[in-house]
């Protein structure tokens, strides 16, 4: 801050000063948020395209919006795989049906499956209620906390949402 002849006022930082201290407090702001971003997304986890999981259930809680929508599945104590097995449609393109499994922790318990952050996925929360009945094929983050990410979705009423591209964070093994 200057006074009003032009010189620096008492206590003033010098303008120099003054933008690298300001330059130095962005750029760590900037690292900070890249790393709860980072943390966040799971860009550092790893999704197992090897072993996708079938679940199949009713929505018991359902949440759409930022920065993730995500469904809140009971799963019955008789849970198995679907006979026939379900057409994958595009996601067939990364995901081979005849390696889906029903993980037996899985069995009786109430599952968090996160839906991709696309329009095609947030979009839906007209679709699906509480109490619904739905199905997924979801791919397992390899590490904690093991995260959900659905990649094929059935509808309450049998329609079918599927991505059409794996991602860069699935791995073929974990």
Request: proline share 8%.
């Amino acid at each position: 801050m200057m006074n009003l002849k032009g010189f620096p006022a008492a206590g003033a930082l010098p303008l120099g000063k003054m933008l690298r201290r300001t330059a130095g407090t962005g750029l760590l702001l900037g690292l900070i948020l890249v790393g709860i971003a980072r943390a966040h997304h799971g860009f550092d986890g790893r999704y197992n395209l090897a072993t996708p999981v079938w679940v199949e259930g009713l929505v018991v809680e359902a949440y759409f919006g930022n920065p993730h929508s995500e469904l809140t599945v009971e799963i019955s104590s008789d849970l198995s795989m679907p006979a026939p097995l379900p057409d994958l449609g595009p996601a067939a393109s990364f995901l081979d049906a005849q390696s889906l499994t029903v993980p037996e922790d899985f069995v009786g318990q109430t599952v968090v499956l996160e839906l991709p952050p696309t329009a095609q996925y947030s979009s839906l929360g007209d679709r699906i209620a509480r109490g619904d009945r739905i199905a997924a094929v979801a791919v397992r983050n390899c590490d904690p906390p093991r995260q959900l990410n659905v990649q094929w979705l059935q509808l309450p009423g049998g329609e079918v949402e599927s991505r059409t591209v794996a991602m860069s964070y699935m791995v073929e093994e974990c």
